[in-house]
């Protein structure tokens, strides 16, 4: 669509356009949603000002994205929203060139801008290109994006930083005096007048520089804009991200002035849907909604896992004051907003920095606590080396929680629970188990909080899958426990909601295999494993998780160091390749990995 000779009323008109159609949309695919209708004045004026087929136009996290999607020719293609074979909730190039990069975890965009930058340079292309970076308030509590920001000061490559404020501000201003202090600052009359000075106190010395520092600094003082400043990196803001008008002429005199800009919007979270506007968690990221009332599609009664994880550490904390816990921005996602509430200085959100959050944990342990630390799989992907330099190597006793473990769904790729069995299994000290339902959950809860070693457990997001199985036994470490005793060659070996998966599978067949809940991962129950090798030589692998590295891969090792030759194993572990996003049924079925379809498979053989 293209905007470039469109009106401030056509522009206004459109914006109002792109929110009636992404709420169409979102209240009934579920996404993102109060983010995303904040930030459409600002894409907008991003598409009228820049240009996104040779421009980056480059989103962090990307989940505020759906109006850059609609201005891309994804309109009517826009209702398969994160349905199964559909768009991404996220930018991706395969969707369309003016998609610069993959999205999905947070604070990545500004390192992305500071590269691309690099590459316009050395193609001598930065008179007819600019990257043009989006970033959230809160994605600016990672660590990276102050990496990438310090590089930039020291570089100075063009670039335009839109931080769009829609929590805090930065630095708080004061006032109206603020707010007239950088509008002045966004005016061209300002910039004319600072560059005018800075060339003419190129010709007077140290001396007319520092005067000239000074007089400008005190104006900044009483702006959240001191710090970029001092960064190296020029500060516009912050101005108002629902008035079109403001914002095109910012652009255009930051388009202009061949430097690192950062530009500071405020914004208004929902803007547009009354009922989810404002500082509301629960509209960030919504299921299936009535776009009337606001009330959410009828869900599931079944308990979820998250929740289950709650009481569970809920009980422990209860009955010990040295368990503690810690999440990275997801208090209500992870469930840790009803310990945080309860006991507000044991349990703390450390905002979006995991790598944080697992060193202090570390050094909590070190000083006599049992922490607790809540991440999801994906986001545990970025604490990896603090996992093994600041718990692992020192053997601190840790307990790393991981929700959202396997396929998550309309996230996709960027967020399914694949990989945390393979990089954490290579790790030594390190200890993997898992519950495979709500009394198990319960009894590994309690289990951990006593062991006196890192430890991991892995979970599903939603409910553990349904079945008549024995009740659960408590857990010791490396003991797994036998389910289901048959006279068959079939061994169904489940890890956490594998078990579950195994068990619906049983059901299907004639002939019923045994089933074994393996519980730990590493270390493995040498004495049971054995056992079961001696009475059944084709074991099948049940586990959430990716092939490489995985569940089946530790059953291989340990087959080949017991040099046990008679014993095949099948994996039903994901394949090597990214996961798609979709409804999780439609993506397991995609992989073969339904019940019918697995009881089929083997039938067949």
Avoid at 314 to 338: F, R
Avoid at 561 to 584: L, M, R
Wanted: glycine share 8%; net charge negative.
């Amino acid at each position: 669509m293209d905007i470039k000779n469109f009106t401030l009323s056509q522009l206004e008109e459109l914006s109002q356009k792109i929110r009636n159609r992404i709420l169409e949309v979102v209240s009934s695919n579920g996404g993102h949603l109060s983010s995303t209708l904040g930030a459409t004045e600002i894409i907008v004026a991003m598409h009228k000002v820049f240009d996104a087929t040779k421009d980056p136009f480059i989103f962090d996290v990307s989940h505020q994205s759906y109006a850059h999607k609609l201005l891309t020719e994804r309109w009517e293609e826009f209702a398969t929203l994160r349905q199964f074979g559909g768009l991404s909730g996220y930018t991706k190039p395969s969707e369309s060139p003016s998609d610069y990069f993959v999205a999905g975890h947070s604070s990545t965009s500004i390192s992305l801008g500071v590269g691309a930058a690099k590459a316009i340079v050395l193609k001598h292309e930065q008179e007819s290109r600019i990257p043009v970076v989006v970033i959230g308030d809160g994605a600016m509590s990672a660590g990276m994006a102050y990496e990438a920001l310090n590089e930039l000061g020291d570089r100075k490559y063009p670039m335009i930083i839109i931080l769009n404020d829609n929590e805090m501000s930065i630095a708080k201003p004061i006032g109206a005096i603020s707010r007239m202090l950088s509008s002045a600052m966004a005016s061209p009359f300002y910039q004319r007048f600072k560059k005018k000075t800075e060339q003419f106190v190129d010709n007077f010395g140290e001396g007319a520089h520092y005067l000239a520092k000074r007089f400008e600094e005190s104006f900044k003082l009483i702006t959240p804009g001191i710090m970029f400043e001092e960064m190296g990196i020029e500060y516009i803001g912050p101005i108002d991200g629902h008035d079109l008008k403001s914002l095109i002429e910012t652009f255009e005199i930051a388009k202009g002035m061949g430097k690192p800009v950062l530009i500071h919007v405020q914004t208004i979270k929902g803007k547009g849907y009354e009922i989810a506007e404002g500082k509301h968690e629960k509209w960030h990221g919504v299921s299936p909604f009535d776009l009337k009332s606001g009330a959410a599609s009828a869900k599931s009664g079944a308990k979820s896992a998250t929740q289950i994880y709650t009481e569970a550490l809920m009980a422990v904390a209860d009955a010990n004051p040295n368990v503690v816990g810690v999440t990275a921005a997801m208090p209500s996602g992870t469930g840790l907003s009803a310990l945080m509430e309860k006991y507000p200085d044991r349990f703390w959100d450390v905002a979006i920095a995991e790598q944080h959050a697992v060193t202090s944990m570390g050094a909590l342990a070190k000083e006599g606590f049992k922490p607790f630390c809540t991440i999801y799989s994906t986001f545990l992907q970025r604490g990896f080396d603090q996992v093994i330099h600041d718990v692992c190597l020192m053997d601190l006793p840790v307990v790393i929680a991981m929700d959202r473990a396997g396929i998550v769904g309309e996230d996709g790729e960027t967020h399914q629970g694949a990989y945390d069995i393979s990089f954490l299994r290579l790790i030594p000290n390190m200890t993997l188990c898992a519950p495979r339902d709500e009394r198990s959950f319960h009894q590994i809860v309690e289990f951990a909080a006593t062991y006196e070693h890192p430890c991991a457990i892995r979970y599903p997001r939603g409910a553990f899958f349904e079945a008549d199985l024995p009740e659960s036994l408590p857990f010791e470490k490396g003991k797994a426990q036998l389910l289901l005793a048959n006279d068959s060659d079939r061994l169904f070996i489940g890890y956490g909601n594998g078990v579950g998966r195994a068990a619906q599978t049983i059901a299907l067949m004639e002939q019923k295999p045994s089933l074994l809940d393996l519980r730990f991962v590493k270390p493995l129950d040498d004495v049971m494993l054995r056992k079961m090798a001696a009475l059944h030589k084709q074991w099948y692998v049940f586990s959430d998780s990716a092939r490489l590295g995985g569940v089946g891969s530790a059953l291989l090792e340990w087959l080949s160091e017991a040099k046990i030759t008679d014993v095949s194993v099948v994996s039903f572990e994901y394949d090597d390749e990214f996961i798609k996003h979709g409804n999780a049924r439609m993506v397991e079925e995609s992989l073969g990995l339904l019940p019918e379809q697995l009881a089929a498979a083997i039938n067949a053989e």
